[in-house]
Structure formats: structure tokens, C-alpha cells
């Protein structure tokens, strides 16, 4: 499966952004699906995660509330709704598949990353 990020971009504090993964390659129907963040000089961080039929999802301390994790099975694409957003957020931001969640997420693929920069 091959996973591309969109999305990204330059946005003020308390703006939003999607982010959109769309999965080529085969269907990803039966994938758990997250994202992940790194930001500069940091080691990348776990964000959101969804099961393969979106009824569970989870998210790190630091989002929730703010972002949502959303999937289209028929468009094989999982979203990253942001809202709120606040500089700690700035980042690039990578979606990831299959694996589990066990108090993190451990996925077994990893797409590309879109950027995002938040402006105070």
C-alpha cells in the first residue's frame, strides 16, 4: 500500500486544516489507519488512530479535543481534521497503516509527510 499526505500548509493560531491520506496500491478496508507528528528537532510522536471499520479511535494527549481522525473506505482515504490549532502544533505531519494500537500506535507501513506551520 502506498499512502500520500495532502493538506498541509500555513495557518494562524486558532485556524484549522484537513490533512487527507489517500491509499493506493490495494484496499486498505481492513487497516487500522493513524497519523504521527515531528516536529523540527523532535523525535516523531503518535497523534490519532482509527480501526479499519472507524468505530474506535484514540488520540495523544495533546489533540485531543482539537483534532479528529476520520476514514472513507470507498475513497480509501483517512482525514486528520484540525481545529484550534496552536504553534506546538507546527510539524509534518505522516499517516500510517496497518499494525495495532496497544497504548500507542505500531503501525507496518508509513506514508509521506505534509507540512503544516502554525503562525503565532
Known amino acids: 500500500v502506498q499512502l500520500q499526505a495532502s493538506g498541509g500548509g500555513l495557518v494562524q493560531a486558532g485556524g484549522s486544516l484537513r490533512l487527507s491520506c489517500a491509499a493506493s496500491?490495494?484496499?486498505?478496508?481492513?487497516?487500522?489507519m493513524g497519523w504521527f507528528r515531528q516536529a523540527p528537532g523532535k523525535e516523531r510522536e503518535f497523534v490519532a488512530f482509527?480501526?479499519?471499520?472507524?468505530?474506535?479511535?484514540y488520540y495523544a494527549d495533546s489533540v485531543k479535543g482539537r483534532f479528529t481522525i476520520s476514514r472513507d473506505n470507498a475513497k480509501n482515504t483517512v482525514y486528520l481534521q484540525m481545529n484550534s490549532l496552536k504553534p506546538e502544533d507546527t510539524a509534518v505531519y505522516y499517516c500510517a497503516g496497518s499494525g495495532y494500537y496497544s497504548g500507542s500506535y505500531y503501525p507496518n507501513y508509513w506514508g509521506q509527510g505534509t507540512e503544516v506551520t502554525v503562525s503565532s
Open positions: 496500491g490495494r484496499t486498505f478496508t481492513t487497516d487500522h
Open positions: 482509527i480501526t479499519w471499520g472507524g468505530f474506535s479511535t
